[in-house]
């Protein structure tokens, strides 16, 4: 076994929530580590900061919220926490042992209290095409802007969704050329839109943003919204992209790169796999690991904060890394006195605008399970809408069951591919709700592993900082 | 509730059970098969389905050897399923001195008993059949044939054609008591009342809680679950289903290129609320091994790990048998290599239960060899 090194707080995932969380922490004398998996701390939203701050002349069109982050990570590097990187973390026991590999070998550390602030992950969008080459997500259209300074010439844009708009609008401001946006958001609003709009004018701001963005976007690309039947083909790679318009006809893009959105749910791979309880959210039609107002999940001393706990934005993930950490200083060193109103109240601001902007990008069924029967649903195992169609007729209760009839959701993504649309689809034939379908059993590791790292734990070794 | 009527009910919806059902309703008996969650569901639907004489307590290879007679005719019995078990051979490597000597006292054990369908081999028969080893070893032990399955289908091809004879398989069915009248049983469950002349308890981990529901002896059964990982696909580089003699190890190569590393690495298990464990580092021992066996497992990603709960003797030797309770029969306890013998248990239990001389002697197995 690798040295067992013990902290009074272990942060896993150095984005907005974990940094806000091991400052905090670090101010009050507790010895945190951090574990994160990617060279450079930031997490998806300040992904390369420290980096790009350097260009920050040439790459303004990553745009001012981008550039905030700057002081967070600043904070964190001045803060004592340890940080150990290209980290991945693939089991936590309930004991609080932390499994994870770095560089080829495999450690433990154990802490008395553990921060899960692994975030989100993108929706993904089963449509006829989707799994040929040149297809992508927008969130690694984006991340090739912030970590390569670079992006596609070229592409077309299909889904929606605040990152979506943002994305696009980065890419414009890039003088990156854009064949087109097709906007799959059924742009209607109804009443139940406008009430929730209401509370979402604490966030003012934020919604003029977006506002700006989308007429931006409007004006400078060729522009389709109300789309339906959107499909993508090609014979090795993406060719190009079809789609019904809102007035009924159909319509086909040429384009070798097509990127694709349905906006972001939790990860919820480590904080499952670790036993945590999690609940169904129907609004944001995902799994929420079940906290309190501080983030304690149902494990004793285990805690969540960020998009991983709800998608609620940067601010409110900022919020609830530091709220977590003042939590936990109070438990290890001084009784609970913290004011639960103001936390909530606080809360509640940095992610007013939350319940109107998820009803408002609600992804339609159609874009969460494929309306062709051909499409592939999981990716690892190569499985079509059709195969899985059938495993379920044949009487399957769940998720679980499914993959001894079929093998869906067993292959390296883990489900994180197929998960939700299976629920889905098993929720719609047995005519129950997603809620009572419940999801994949997940196991360690949660993050690749490979044999002769796990082998190394035999040995003595040491993690590199 | 109706009260359903039956000649023989069966506990248990894994590899015992259903095999169990199959023998009993080939030979036209009215049999009934009741199973708490679903068929193959725990231990016998998630082993590593390792199809195996090599390396078998002397007291278990009768009943290993007549369980590998039906494995080679598995197609008669249950037909299609049976394509989902791939005969090769099994060797048990040394990988030094000491594992020499406790193989070649193994080889000479068994030639001294009689058995000739394991024996030893030098490192250059091992090498030449396995020319990707990375490493020289010390001999090991071969059998030709053994192999392996992928379980649940193995298990679910017996449910199968046990229902295609007659069997009745009700699942998600719970037994809550097993009360004996006269001469016959009855059993309260989740899904109603049933009566039984005789009633056979595979229920796996949980066979202790039904013999106490039974009043039946009080059975030394432990629940672990046995830990098992897959990797993601590899070229194809081991024709064969590998152990290191002396260690826990059992690694194989799925036809899909996946590796599949186990061994029988315990770890906790809650049989009360289905729910198992897995701890990783505690396979890392199995890893060190594998990769050193082939070097190129060292770079294979670990895409899955499970484990499935099963049940344990202290003397790891299974419960075969009548129970002290006329018309209750057992079959349990395989302490994680039962899923090979599960056609021979099959058969040898339906015997049993109908009064007739099973082919081989269960003496070694007797329900009540741990009763003072």
Known sequence: MSLNQHYDLAIIGAGPAGMAAAVEASKNNLKVLVLDDQPAVGGQVYRQIDKNYHNSDELSYLGEDYWLGKKLVDNFWHSSAELLSESRVWQITRDKLIFFSQKGLAHQVQADFILISTGAMERPMPIPGWTLPGVMSVGGAQTLLKSNNSGVDGAVFAGSGPLFYLTIWQYLIAGLKIVAVVDTAPARLSLHHYLRAIPALLQLNLLLKGLRWKSYIRKNTKYFSQVRKVSISGQFAAESLSFIDRYGESKKLFASHIFLHQGVVPNVNLTMATGLKHYWCPRQLCWHPETNIYGESSLKGVFVAGDGSGIAGVGAAILSGKTAAKRIFQYSRRPPIFSIFLSKFKRYRHAAARPFLDNLFRPPKDWRVPFDDETIVCRCEALKKADISLAISLGVAGPNQLKSFCRAGMGRCQGRMCGLTIQQMIADHNNLLEKDIGYFRLRPPIRPLTVGELASMADENVPAK | ?372
């Open chain 2, 1 to 372: 509730m109706s009260l359903q009527s039956n000649k023989i009910l069966i506990i248990g919806g894994g590899i015992q059970g259903c095999a169990t059902a199959y023998f009993l309703a080939k030979r036209g008996q009215n049999v009934t098969l009741i199973e708490k969650d679903r068929i193959g569901r725990h231990a016998s639907g998630v082993n590593a389905g390792g199809v195996r004489r090599l390396g078998r307590d002397v007291l278990e290879i009768p009943l290993s050897l007549a369980a590998m007679d039906i494995w080679q005719n598995l197609y008669q019995e249950i037909g299609e399923y049976a394509k989902d078990f791939h005969p090769c051979f099994y060797l048990k490597v040394a990988v030094d001195e000491a594992g020499r000597e406790i193989g070649l006292m193994r080889a000479e054990d068994l030639s001294r008993a009689g058995f000739t369908h394991e024996v030893w081999v030098e490192d250059d028969h091992i090498q030449a059949r396995l020319p990707h080893l990375s490493t020289p070893t010390h001999g090991g032990l071969l059998v030709e044939g053994d192999g392996w399955a992928t379980p649940w289908r193995i298990v679910q091809g017996f449910a199968n054609v046990a229902k295609k004879h007659g069997a009745k398989i009700i699942e998600d069915c719970r037994v809550t008591s097993l009360t004996k009248f006269q001469d016959f049983w009855q059993i309260q469950t989740a899904k109603g009342l049933f009566e039984a002349e005789s009633v056979v308890n595979c229920a796996g981990a949980w066979a202790a809680g039904i013999a106490r529901l039974a009043d039946d002896h009080i059975f030394p059964l432990e629940a672990y679950a046995p830990m098992l990982v897959v990797t993601d696909k590899r070229p194809k580089i081991l024709p064969a289903v590998m152990g290191v003699v002396a260690h826990t190890l059992s690694l194989k190569q799925l036809e899909t290129g996946q590796f599949v590393i186990g061994g029988g690495v315990r770890s906790k298990a809650s049989p009360s609320i289905n729910q198992s464990d897995v701890l990783l580092p505690k396979l890392s021992s199995s890893m060190k091994l594998a990769s050193k066996l082939f070097s190129e497992i060292g770079n294979a990603q670990v895409v899955r790990c499970w484990s499935g709960i099963e049940g344990y003797m202290p003397d790891n030797l299974p419960i075969i048998g009548r129970g002290r309770q006329n018309g209750l029969f057992h079959g349990f306890g395989f302490s994680a290599h039962g899923f090979q013998l599960g056609p021979g248990v099959g058969e040898a239990l339906a015997d049993l239960v109908m009064g007739q001389q099973p082919r081989i002697s269960l003496e070694a197995f007797r329900p009540d060899r741990f009763v003072n």
